[in-house]
Every structure is written in C-alpha cells, then in structure tokens.
C-alpha cells in the first residue's frame, strides 16, 4: 500500500506562487507515474499535471501549461508541483496520485493523497 500527503497549500493573491509537495509512505513510488488533479467547489475533478517514474516525461492540461511544473525527487518519495502566475480559476483542492503509468485519466490512478486547499485571491 502507498500512502500519499499533499502540503503546501494556502491562501494566495493572484499573481502569486506556491510550490506543493506530495510525500509517499508505506512503499517507494520511484517506480510510479504521478500526477496532480485538482477540483473547485461544485465542479467536477480535472487534470492538472503528471510525471513519469523516471521524470523524464510530463504532461499538462492546457490551462496550467507554462504556469506550473511538476517535478520529482525519487530519492525523498516525493513529487512537487511548483504553481506560478495563479489565478482565481486555480483556487480548488489539489490531490496527487500515483499510476503504474503516465495518464490524464483519474480512474487509471491508483493510489490517491486527501487533498490540499489552494486559494488565489483577485
């Protein structure tokens, strides 16, 4: 079993950053693919980023492409999502998860984290 927590979550003015973390226990994720999801407030839960095992693919949805980077540090079982630029349309629980392979689908996640609250105020 994988265990995952996100931190690093807050309130922040739009225009602002804020960098999260995602730290597995329980068992290695180095050899997982990970991602970020994230879902506002009556909205359904949408893809924002992911990373292969190795880090040496990612992938974004276009409404985060050139905003946030998401990166990986396999020695520290932890995957980061540095959030740049952040708009008020950012603000929503943020959940990392982990895949046996690079996806933008949720269902093909199989361990997921309880979430972080991000708020970008305008």
């Known amino acids: 079993q994988v265990q995952l927590v996100e931190s690093g979550g807050g309130l922040v003015q739009a225009g602002g950053s804020l960098r999260l973390s995602c730290t597995a226990s329980?068992?290695?994720?180095?050899?997982?693919?990970m991602g970020w999801f994230r879902q506002a407030p009556g909205k359904e839960r949408e893809f924002a980023a992911a990373?292969?095992?190795?880090?040496?693919?990612?992938y974004y949805a276009n409404s985060v492409k050139g905003r946030f980077t998401i990166s990986r540090d396999n020695a520290k079982n932890t995957v980061y999502l540095q959030m740049n630029s952040l708009k008020s349309e950012d603000t929503a629980v943020y959940y990392c998860a982990a895949a046996v392979f690079i996806s933008s689908v949720g269902d093909e996640y199989r361990y997921w984290g309880q979430g972080t609250q991000v708020t970008v105020s305008s």
């Open positions: 990373i292969s095992w190795s880090g040496g693919s990612t």
């Open positions: 329980g068992r290695t994720v180095s050899n997982y693919a």
